[in-house]
């Protein structure tokens, strides 16, 4: 009975500490396209401390008359079957990308991102100093724990009714 008790505690606490862990973490999520071998970022949602939640939908960096056939089809099975996202789409201007999402992960310690090449891509994005104070890991292992940002109870966010499929707002 004793060790039973001691074994509950334990879990208990350890669920705790995870609970805590996973409230200070940053978690990442992107859309995109693949163009000339390279991811292009066009929407980026960022959610801090469980409750600071950051949406970005970017223009194309280049119009879509400039992209190979290749691409063009590439893009065209994305938008169609995977996040609904068309090449056109965006507000923010491309350019502003990086600037915008190093600030919405800058002096945070752990970020978690859904997918290793994700992952790679924020990785490469973040300048040296910034990546030696932050963690970066693939959500993969934890997944299954964290509840879908629909389910956040939080004030004055939009929620994207333009591409609900794979929209990153709807990352987990």
Known sequence: MHLRHDIKSTIHRNRSQYSRHMSMATFVDLQGFIVNKKFIVKEVT????????????????VPWKFLTRSDRSCASWL???????????????????????????????????????????????????????????????VDED??????????????????VKNCALQMY
């Not at 201007?93 to 190093?102: G, Q, V, W």
């Open 146 to 163: 964290i509840e879908s940002l629909t389910n956040l109870d939080v004030t004055n966010t939009m929620r994207c009714g333009q591409h």
């Open 46 to 61: 960022v959610l801090k401390q469980g409750t600071v939640l950051t949406h970005y939908i970017f223009t194309s960096p």
């Open 79 to 141: 938008s169609a079957y995977h996040h609904g996202l068309r090449w056109e789409d965006g507000m923010i201007p491309y350019n502003e990308a990086k600037r915008l999402i190093t600030a919405a992960v800058f002096e945070d310690a752990i970020v978690y991102v859904k997918g290793r090449e994700k992952r790679t891509w924020l990785w490469n994005l973040l300048l040296d100093d910034e990546r030696e104070r932050m963690y970066i890991d693939t959500l993969d292992a």
